[in-house]
């Protein structure tokens, strides 16, 4: 089957001329059909119907099954998907609304398998990894639902995108190709919660304007690895090299995602420590208020801790910005995704 979620305009005109014996000028039309009308049955494109057989054709090779959407919740212009795959499991996506643009976050898998304490998705362990279709699919439904609004695309939803690797970043060629929903690998970021490996495997290939975050929520081995097993195999001295080898464009930095805790990770000596590590690195904070789950361990902070910790940084040099903790009645803030993804 040819799934066009998951093909570059060059896929797909290279497969039209093997399979069909056409040219560009008719997959291009198919493409865009797809794309830029998102019409998942682009067969019925005018200038596909005027080539003899082809729709017929088409209709039966072409399979679009990106799962479906079963629910959605909205809250302050947030809105939480919950999309049922076509074996059951569950995912979900957020759409974020910006004043002039907005912002999907997706997920690379149905569950996750890295056991972060502090998240929803890791109660559910490893489901399964998500097809670069289910992935692409989240978008192309934002895009369905919201039009060229969406425009950022941020891997931080269920999952660890680096043990996906392969699917993500194919992914990503078939989410910024300019023929189809084109979102510049600049609006494009991928959040790993410290896979080493990946960050170099991602370093080698070549995708300087694809943005690069990490959830890093502690800035000393022995909280880090309470709150994040991965940290046990890749501390934070080879995680900051690897950081620093990571070829960065030139005025981008990396996103260092820090969820407060009060208590936990907010403490004097956590913002110096933090200011530390970063000092070799090109970098930004984004300090994120923990989101209760439904059966967290850890408290919410209030605004005055936030403002707190982040006018300590601010004091010790460090480039921070504050997330609104907009969805939290969703579940649909950081490291909330999860609770609803159970088979239907
Ligand atoms: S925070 Fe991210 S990496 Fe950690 S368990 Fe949750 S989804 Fe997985």
Redesign the pocket.
């Known amino acids: 089957m040819l799934r066009l979620l998951e093909m570059t305009y060059a896929d797909l005109t290279e497969v039209f001329a093997e399979r069909f014996g056409k040219g560009p000028f008719l997959a291009g039309a198919l493409y865009r059909e797809f794309y830029k009308q998102l019409n998942p049955q682009a067969w019925q494109a005018a200038a596909i119907a005027r080539s003899p057989g082809l729709p017929a054709r088409l209709r039966q090779a072409l399979a679009f099954e990106p799962g479906d959407v079963v629910d959605d919740v909205q809250q302050e212009g947030v809105v939480k998907f919950v999309t049922a795959l076509k074996d059951g499991h569950c995912i979900e996506s957020v759409f974020l609304p910006m004043e002039s643009h907005g912002t999907i976050c997706v997920s690379s898998q149905a569950g996750?398998r890295?056991?972060?304490r502090f998240?929803e998705?890791?109660r559910l362990g490893l489901v399964r990894q998500l097809s670069v279709e289910e992935i692409v699919g989240q978008v192309y439904d934002a895009r369905r639902r919201f039009g060229t609004r969406v425009r950022n695309v941020v891997f931080m939803g269920?999952?660890?995108p680096f043990d996906n690797f392969d699917a993500v970043i194919a992914a990503v060629r078939v989410l910024s190709d300019q023929r189809g929903l084109d979102i510049a690998q600049r609006y494009i970021t991928i959040s790993t919660?410290g896979r080493i490996d990946g960050i170099e495997k991602l370093a080698g290939l070549d995708m300087p304007h694809l943005k690069l975050a990490v959830?890093l929520n502690a800035p000393n081995d022995d909280l880090r690895s309470q709150l994040?097993p991965i940290n046990r195999t890749a501390p934070l001295d080879r995680l900051q090299r690897a950081l620093m080898a990571y070829p960065l464009k030139k005025g981008y930095a990396i996103m260092i995602g820090y969820v407060l805790m009060p208590g936990v990770n907010d403490g004097v000596a956590c913002a110096r420590q933090l200011a530390r590590w970063l000092i070799p690195l090109s970098a930004k904070v984004n300090l994120i208020p923990f989101n209760p789950g439904t059966a967290s361990p850890y408290p919410t902070p209030t605004e005055e801790e936030l403002d707190t910790f982040r006018q300590r940084l601010i004091d010790l040099g460090v480039n921070v910005q504050k997330r609104a903790p907009r969805g939290r009645d969703l579940m649909a803030a950081c490291?909330q995704l999860g609770n609803a993804a159970t088979m239907v």
């Open positions: 996750c890295m056991g972060c998240c998705t890791a269920m999952g660890e919660a959830s994040m490291g």
